[in-house]
Each structure stands twice: as C-alpha cells, then as structure tokens.
C-alpha cells in the first residue's frame, strides 16, 4: 500500500486542485522518517516522565517494570502511539525497509507476559483516571490499527492485545456516562479529540454500545454550541484545538447538509472568499522545552482537523477554499517541524505528522 496525500484527498473529495498541488508525495522514503523517531524511542526508557499512583512501597519501580509495553517515549500515552505510528507504516509500508523492524519492535512489545502486567497495572485500585481519556483513546487507535491490518503477526499481536483493549474500553465504559461536561482544554484532557478516536475505533471493532454511548455524549456536549472563541486560541501550550477539534469530530456524526448547517453557528469566523488569515499558525520560541513544543503538534493536528471539517461539508460549500488554505499552511509549517532535533518534540511529533498525512481520520 503506497500513501499519497494527494490520493487521500481525491479519496474523500477534501482537497481542491490547487491545495493537491500544494501537498507533497509520501511514500515509503518519507515514511521510514517518521518510522525511525518512533523506533528510537519505543524502547527508550528514559528520560522518562510517568504519571504513576503508588499504594505502598512495592509501587517503587522503574517504567519498564510498571508498565513493560508501554514505557518508552518519555511517557505511556508517547509510547502507545509511537507503536501507533510503527502500524501504521508497517501495514502502509510492509516492503519499506522499516517495515520488519517496526513488526519486530511492536512483537516483542506487545507480548501476552508484558501486556497483563499493563492490565494489572491499569485496573489497581486508585488508578481508575490513568491516561484518561488521551492515552486511552490512543490505545484503541492502536487496536483498531492492529485489527484492519491483513498480516499474521498483527492477528496475534491484536489476540495479544485484547485484555487490555478490553481493560481500556471498560473503564471508558464506565466513566463516560458518569461526565457531565465536555472538558475544552488544548492538551491531554480534552474530550473532543478524544472522542474521535473512540469513535473510530467503535466502528472499526463493531462495538454498537460504545459507539452509542459517544456520540450520544457528542450531542449532549457539543451540538448547542455556538460562537466558538477561536481567537482565544492558541494557549501557550496547546497541542490540541479545542475549537478545530470539536468541529472536526461533529462532522463523523452528522451529514453534509446538517453539519454545514452546525459549522454556520459553531464557527461564524469562517470566511468564504477563500483566505487563510483567519487562523494563523502557532508560534514556537523553543523547541527544546517541552511544553512550548507543543505548539508544533497543535500546528500538524489544526490541518488534520481543518480537512476534516472540509471533508464533512456539502462540495459546493463556499467556506471550503478558505478552510483548505488554512489546512495547507498548517501542514507545512507541522510537518517541517518534525525533524527529531529535540527528544522533547522527537518523541511524539512523528505520530502527529503520521495521523495527519496517513489521513487516519479520514480514511478507515
């Protein structure tokens, strides 16, 4: 299977012309870029910052002993789509030379030994909130990822698996219906991005139940609102839109007419003469700390949010030259910050620029 963004977009009929012109190919050579930062880090232990509840003494262990899949990356949540990314280049990719080390790393990761440590790990008591809702959703993204993939290795590793897929949608199970509000913040906790790959891994893994426990929140949550403040955005350490988000995952639940209808109250800012000064990029001081590096994921997340606002809106909507413009500025700026220099950016940004120019919310 050979990625062009171009076919992604033609594919979902998101992109006009002149922004396919504007996209640059991605093939297997483009890809093993992205492949190595995530197999540089997968098994990296440290630097290492965990997010760890201790009961007693005996909780006193090093990552790789907590959490023997996941404790790469610098954290749990950077190591789960690190393997994220190595899927889906692997499965996109299976003749690129990354390809059989990215399946070795991801075997020896996802053992059945190392993945019930991770659902010991996560159903101890007091750790009901651990990577809730972010890592959590990467987690299925990576169950999702394991069970479209036609290859043997992957129908063990996605057997292997399964207990904590199944750990990880129980305790969402349990904690959804009990939120009583959306939570609009540009980092971790945000529950729009999140709900978006909750969706799309419902729908891959047939679980109606889930899929209706979501979107029944994303109406509840988002479908009143109206008049976002996008010119509050960016915060100084946003990765995530809360505004883009929002408006990228109403577009799964509802059609064309109906969603442009919503995107009118939503985001009136949007002009129709095709401009792309309405939202402009985020801007990095310094890429060496990790938090201000932020702002280079929320550039590669805002394009993949913008085409997939455009993608969900009638063809002949008039706001989508302006919404591609802004997409295409976005995805430049993301993804030539994507170089691996800094460990801090290093260790996530390829998953981002993976997710983005994959098309993964696009095309399932």
Known sequence: MRIRVVSICLLMTCLTASAADLAEEFDSQSASRFAGLALECVHREYPNKISHVLSGDADVKPPRELTPSFYGCFDWHSAVHGHWLLARLARSYPGADFAVPATKALVESLGVDRIAVEVEYMTAEGRGSFERPYGLAWLLQLAAELRQWDDPQAAQMIVNLAPLEKATRDTLGVWLPKLAYAIRVGEHSQTAFAFGLILDWARIAGDQEMERIVETKIREFYLPDRNCPLSYEPSGQDFLSPCLAEADLVR????????????????????????????????????????????????????????????GLPLDDARRSSIESVANIHRSSGLASVTGEHYEGGHWLGSFATYLVTGRGLVQ
């Open 252 to 311: 799964r639940i509802l059609p064309p007419k109906d969603y442009s209808e919503w995107l009118s109250g939503f985001l009136p800012v949007i002009p129709v003469d095709g401009s792309a000064d309405w939202l402009p990029i985020g801007r990095v001081t310094d890429r060496s700390d990790g938090k201000l590096a932020h702002l280079d994921g929320l550039n590669i997340s805002r394009a993949w949010m913008l085409e997939g606002m455009a993608s």
